[in-house]
DNA sequence: GTCTATAAGATGATAGAC
DNA sequence: GTCTATCATCTTATAGAC
């Protein structure tokens, strides 16, 4: 593996291990058993260096993910999607990069950036789930799949930042909406009668 | 206001405009305008000096709100709150304070305690409300008030911190949720349909 | 309680040898 | 590309005068 590979790893690592702040030339080079000099050779700056490894993990992230995204054909399926995804990203951290890269990003221009194509990525992702899984339900006509799509990304990475605080809240907040799956159900079974009701009330709704 | 004040308003201030990464003793304590040997005097670390102040803001912060969180009393009610709280949230910060300080919290107990209690305190007001809200509805036999109200607020801090990388990407995810708002009312409407479809369901669910 | 001074270490970044 | 200095700066934290 290349150095600039190993500094990509470690700096990946450290962010989802020891947080952002944490992150520094000294403890990320450390860390890829490397000079610290090679990170500024490498990268120019640590900003810089974490923006690239944000990028990198984000990419390969959602490439495992996306056959899972693209099978999902139900609102239940894709409730079911995002607890498996949790239950992996425990293990993986791919959200909680993400999430601590957004807190350093809050005065960090090189960061922001990173952040802001993060999202995008998963943005994208889910938007395309959710156009697809709402397409033959009344809800279409009401829902603006990318905002929703940006909605329940933002959601999830406030679980994963959540949980590396509190595993145990974290945890019964999954379980919680696990229980509203059933609600789902329930939205599904009643098809017709809610695509009436949906209609009624936009109608009513729209001026 | 006294030295201790003005150190805990300046962190505060530091954690919300600047976030985690640039709190030091020295930047809070110019920001303050007081000398920074005063932190450690105070406070005998940083992290306790953020840790307090994230405990002062939220105790404050939720004074703010709690009159609004007792008068909801709909679904569609605690939604338009939301709404409210992300548009006051935006000049606040208070709920930024708390993604900066779970940030933080990572790797140092001292702010992973502080963020737990900030959970806590927002947890047992939403689940308050979840609780008043769904009582008299078919749907508070699936719901986990407990959980579902963790799972809401760590939501809500995901998206301020969204908000904080990409303010247009996080409008149009509330904006979404508003419009979200028209399905919500109809299944207020559907009550009586709605509660036989959601009974009939559990008998099969519940094994 | 507040200040100055200072220790002891970490940090970003660069120059120059190899 | 990699390493060894080396800087100037920033950091936490303490001792001691006021």
């Given at each position: 593996?290349?150095?600039?590979?190993?500094?990509?790893?470690?700096?990946?690592?450290?962010?989802?291990?020891?947080?952002?702040?944490?992150?520094?030339?000294?403890?990320?080079?450390?860390?890829a058993g490397v000079n610290q000099a090679?990170?500024?050779?490498?990268?120019?700056?640590?900003?810089?260096?974490?923006?690239?490894?944000?990028?990198?993990?984000?990419?390969?992230?959602?490439?495992?993910y996306r056959e899972q995204?693209?099978?999902?054909?139900?609102?239940?399926g894709l409730?079911?999607?995002?607890?498996?995804?949790?239950a992996r990203e425990r293990e993986e951290g791919n959200v909680a990069l993400m999430a601590q890269l957004m807190a350093g990003a809050q005065r960090d221009e090189v960061l922001a950036g990173?952040?802001?194509?993060?999202?995008?990525?998963?943005?994208?992702?889910?938007?395309s789930v959710v156009r697809r899984v709402l397409a033959?339900?009344?809800v279409a006509d009401v829902v603006d799949a990318d905002g929703l799509a940006r909605a329940i990304s933002a959601a999830f990475i406030g679980l994963e930042?959540?949980?590396g605080v509190d595993p145990d809240g974290a945890a019964a907040a999954v379980t919680a909406l696990e229980r509203l799956g059933v609600l789902l159900e329930v939205v599904e079974d009643l098809g017709p009668v809610a695509r009436r009701a949906v209609r009624a009330r936009l109608r009513r709704v729209k001026r």
């Open positions: 593996m290349s150095t600039r590979d190993k500094l990509l790893l470690a700096a990946q690592e450290a962010l989802v291990e020891d947080g952002i702040t944490h992150v520094s030339a000294r403890t990320v080079a450390t860390r090679l990170v500024f050779y490498h990268f120019g700056t640590v900003s810089e260096l974490v923006a690239a490894a944000a990028r990198a993990r984000t990419g390969a992230s959602l490439d495992h995204f693209a099978a999902v054909d139900s609102l239940t409730l079911a999607l995002g607890e498996r995804l949790h990173a952040a802001r194509h993060a999202m995008d990525v998963w943005r994208a992702e889910v938007e033959p339900s009344p930042l959540y949980d």
